[in-house]
Each structure stands twice: as structure tokens, then as C-alpha cells.
């Protein structure tokens, strides 16, 4: 059973930084692709970055461009979204989903539960 578990959320004032963690488990091979997801209040969900496991391919929204960071460490299934200057913007629910077989998520296959980013002004 494949499994995803975000972590690293929190409460950060502007132009403060913020890791999030997105544990992966159950995958039988690394032919697969995570991707960070938001959703704030009253809004749509968007995808915001994604990374390819097995060619580390990378994608990044252009709202969080040269500001969020992606990342993979394979050893420990774990894929980071470093995000650094963050904005009041950038509050909401952050979600990590997978996809198999792909090199970014479009349809995801699995979703974690979400957590929560608060960037105060």
C-alpha cells in the first residue's frame, strides 16, 4: 500500500523559510513522480513543483520559481520542498501526491493528508 506523509508545516513570518518533508512508502519501483500541491482558502488547488524519482527532472510553478526548492533523497523515500522568502501568499494546506510512470503528476495516484504553511505579515 503505497503511503505519502507530509510533514514540516507551520506558522513563519514573511521572508522566513519553511521545510516540507513528503514520506513515501510502498512503491515497488522509482518509475514514479511527486509533486507539491496548495490549496488556500476559497481557492482552487494548484500544483506548484513536481520532481521525477528516477531522472530527477524537475518543475517548478512560476509563482514560487527562484524560491522554492525541490528535492530528492532516494535513500530515505523522502522528497523536500525547501521554501524560502515566503509570502502571506503563500499560506495554505500543502499537499504531496504521486504519480506512477510519470515524469511530473498530472493525475495523481496518491494523495497525502496535507499540511498547513501560515506566513504572516
Known amino acids: 500500500e503505497v503511503q505519502l506523509v507530509e510533514s514540516g508545516g507551520g506558522l513563519v513570518q514573511a521572508g522566513g523559510s519553511l521545510r516540507l518533508s513528503c514520506a513515501a512508502s510502498?512503491?515497488?519501483?522509482?518509475?514514479?513522480?511527486i509533486g507539491w500541491f496548495r490549496q488556500a482558502p476559497g481557492k482552487a488547488r494548484e500544483g506548484i513543483s513536481c520532481?521525477?524519482?528516477?531522472?530527477?527532472?524537475?518543475w517548478y510553478k512560476d509563482s514560487v520559481k527562484g524560491r522554492f526548492t525541490i528535492s530528492s533523497d532516494n535513500a530515505k523515500n523522502t522528497v523536500y520542498l525547501q521554501m524560502n522568502s515566503l509570502k502571506p501568499e503563500d499560506t495554505a494546506v500543502y499537499y504531496c501526491?504521486?504519480?506512477?510512470?510519470?515524469?511530473?503528476?498530472?493525475?495523481?495516484?496518491?494523495w497525502g493528508q496535507g499540511t498547513q504553511v501560515t506566513v504572516s505579515s
Open positions: 510502498g512503491f515497488t519501483s522509482d518509475d514514479y513522480a
Open positions: 520532481i521525477s524519482i528516477s531522472h530527477g527532472s524537475t
Open positions: 501526491a504521486a504519480e506512477v510512470g510519470r515524469l511530473c503528476v498530472h493525475l495523481a495516484d496518491y
